[in-house]
């Protein structure tokens, strides 16, 4: 298995955990030197707070183990295309490179609404890559609203 699959399998494994307690099922993973140094799920039902995003969270949780803002030479692993929000905080981390899973043509803020990395005035430029277990990644989403949506009728 290579090393993308590995640590995306890890950041399903979170969006699992946010599906237990009723959270939109995303993961995330940081990982630096081949070592993770942050794993979290979306909270925002829980917190009752917007930016309780997997991606904002994991941030926050890395920054802290690594005493600073700065996220050099680290790896973020995510099952959904961050938002602009999280891009943005993405950018601000100085993270590295950015792997995903299932592209978000609604509020993608990396390649499917808003090229956020790609933009010419902002001075750090993440790698990303998308379509990282893919089809793992769109169904435990899908399958999340799904069952929302029979609930409701």
């Not at 630096?32 to 930016?51: F, G, M, P, S, Y």
């Not at 981390?93 to 956020?116: M, N």
């Not at 379509?131 to 999340?144: A, D, F, M, T």
Request: proline share 2%; net charge positive; aromatic share 8%.
């Amino acid at each position: 298995m290579e090393q993308k699959e590995k640590y995306m399998k890890i950041a399903l494994k979170e969006a699992k955990k946010a599906e237990l307690i009723d959270e939109v099922p995303i993961g995330c993973v940081i990982v630096k030197d081949d070592k993770i140094i942050a794993r979290a799920h979306n909270t925002r039902e829980k917190d009752k707070l917007v930016t309780s995003h997997c991606e904002i969270n994991a941030i926050k949780k890395a920054s802290k183990k690594l005493d600073d803002w700065q996220l050099l030479d680290c790896e973020l692993y995510v099952t959904l295309e961050p938002c602009i929000m999280c891009a943005g905080a993405i950018y601000q981390s100085r993270i590295k490179k950015v792997y995903f899973g299932a592209y978000d043509f609604k509020q993608g803020g990396v390649t499917s609404l808003v090229k956020t990395f790609n933009l010419e005035k902002i001075n750090h430029h993440p790698e990303y890559e998308g379509g990282i277990l893919e089809e793992e990644c769109r169904s435990i989403i899908q399958n999340y609203f799904k069952k929302k949506r029979q609930t409701k009728v």
